[in-house]
Each structure stands twice: as structure tokens, then as C-alpha cells.
């Protein structure tokens, strides 16, 4: 018996665990269509600013590849705030915590410490410090640090323009699917 059918994990095979992970393997692509569901929820969420949640993760993405930054970036930089689809509070890490099989470190820790970085923009009006970034820098290589730097700064905080030509999310689709297809571990 091959067929995945123990009731307790103590009661497992081998044999059962193989077809578990050949399933696993086999469904890979609705890792990709989770992602796009959560992104296209986005555009109910507005809370206030003058783009909603999806336009302004388009626009982060479109300013980063027409900036000329690699496809990890940029789809890394389309689903930044995706965790917002759950919970705005920790959305950095839920966003982080999504992509960090499918991408570079450099680009994982660009995701995990955004918001900090963005607090440079808006912080103080929350009596938080708008220098958070700095506390990141120990712990980022130089080379991460400045990669964070220019998503908050060149990107995601000029990511807010409804006149922008932003493109769509069907141009991202193609690349999406590319990186969530293979997890690094
Ligand atoms: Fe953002």
C-alpha cells in the first residue's frame, strides 16, 4: 500500500511519505495562484491613501523594473504588502515569510525590514522614530542595507500616484509563476 492513508503519523512509511512529497511537488503551481488571489484581493483595500493596496504593489513593482531591477526584485516588490491582505500590522513578515523560499537573502531581508525603512517618510507623525532603519544595520549586510534603501526610497514610498502608468498585473503573472515554482528549501 502506497496510498497515503495512515491516520496517525507515528503509523507512517516511507512509502506513504513519498507519495505525499510527489503531490506536494505535483501542485506546486497553486502556490503561484494563492499569491495572485491575495494580490488581486488588495484592490478592496484602500484605508485612506490614493491608490489601493494593489495599484500601489503594481506601481512599486512597475518603478522597480523600469529602474531596472533583476526579477526577483521585482516580483518581490509586487507582493511586498500582500500581507495586508491579512493583517496590516506584521504585513512585512507575512510578505517576507512567503517569498523567502523563492528568493535571494538580499531580497527576503528587503521585504522583512521595509516598513522600518519606509518610516523615514512618515514615522514621525506617529511619534515613532523615523531613523528605525538604522537599528537594521547591524544586523544587514552593506550591500543589503543599500538594496533596502533604494526599494523604500525609490520605489515603494513613491509607489502612491493613480496617474502613474502603472502596468498590469497580467504583465507581472508570467514572472510570478517563474519565481514561486521552486522552493529552495
Ligand atoms: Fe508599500
New binding site residues.
Partial sequence: MTASTFTRMDASTPEQWAVIGDEIYRNQPRVAESVLTMLRSLSAITDGFATDQLT??LQ?ATLAERTGADDEIVIAALC??VGKAVSVANHPAIAAEMLRPYVRTDVYEMIRV?QDF?GRHYYAYFEMDPNAREKHRAELTPDQYALAERFADEW?QM?FDPEYETLPLEHFEPRLREVFARPRF
Fill in positions: 500601489h504593489c512599486t511586498h504588502d521595509h519606509q515603494d509607489a
